[in-house]
């Protein structure tokens, strides 16, 4: 069964800090990798795909193909990252749904 | 544009009670649609999608049931609650494709708090 690892249930960290939250999968084909993000408040939304390649709020993810982790790195942490934040493959299984990590939460401090 | 529309926002039900959560999509056709739980300390738990009209894939045997009676309508639903069935219930869509999900787009959730 494909299996989405988020290690870390909970990372504080201080402002300007970097950050580093971690992803692991399971699958043997090349997913397309999402993270999720969860602002106080706010409903769950797409923060960045790995496929755009893109940086977004600072944000960057690399796929590692050896290691099959999909994490998310941002030089400098700011308060406003504060969240909880959401790593999901997506896996061609013919199951048409999405299967997200655990969850780890982002605490910023000032 | 595309939104999506989630309710009821809050509700505190009795254990043994009956459960319907509602949720809708305006401004596209044929989504998949998702129903999603959310528990503290165990993240997203897929519980049921759907990628048609009467078209339901279960993922957790469960006390909960769901229905899609028209193309962008899903409830979830319970004939008797159980205090385990307290969390926080996301409702959520995606294009449909021929591989893959793709991005979900979520609604603002359901509280619901079994006494």
């Known amino acids: 069964a494909q299996r989405v690892t988020q290690p870390e249930k909970l990372l504080s960290v201080f402002k300007g800090a970097p950050v580093e939250l971690k992803c692991n999968y399971s699958?043997?084909?090349?997913?397309?990798l999402f993270w999720y993000v969860q602002y106080s408040r706010q409903r769950l939304q797409l923060l960045l795909r790995h496929i755009s390649r893109e940086s977004i709020k600072g944000f960057t993810a690399d796929l590692n193909k050896g290691e099959t982790s999909f994490h998310l790195k941002k030089p400098f942490a700011q308060e406003e990252d504060s969240a909880m934040y959401y790593c999901?493959?997506?896996?061609?299984?013919?199951?048409?749904?999405?299967?997200f990590g655990s969850g780890t939460r982002l605490q910023v401090q000032p | 544009s595309q939104t999506i529309h989630q309710w009821p926002a809050t509700l505190v039900q009795p254990v043994g009670s009956p459960l319907s959560l509602e949720c809708t999509v305006e401004g596209t056709s044929n989504p998949n649609l998702y129903w999603y739980r959310q528990a503290a300390g165990r993240g997203l738990q897929l519980l049921f999608y759907?990628?048609?009209?009467?078209?339901i894939s279960s993922e957790v045997p469960q006390n909960l049931s769901a229905s899609r009676p028209q193309d962008r309508q899903f409830i979830l639903s319970s004939k008797k609650l159980l205090l385990s069935d307290s969390g926080f219930y996301l409702c959520a869509w995606s294009v449909l494709k021929e591989i893959n999900t793709g991005e979900l787009f979520f609604g603002e959730g359901s509280r619901l708090t079994v006494l």
């Open positions: 999901a493959p997506d896996m061609d299984t013919g199951r048409r749904a999405l299967t």
């Open positions: 699958y043997s084909g090349s997913p397309e």
């Open positions: 759907s990628v048609g009209i009467g078209q």
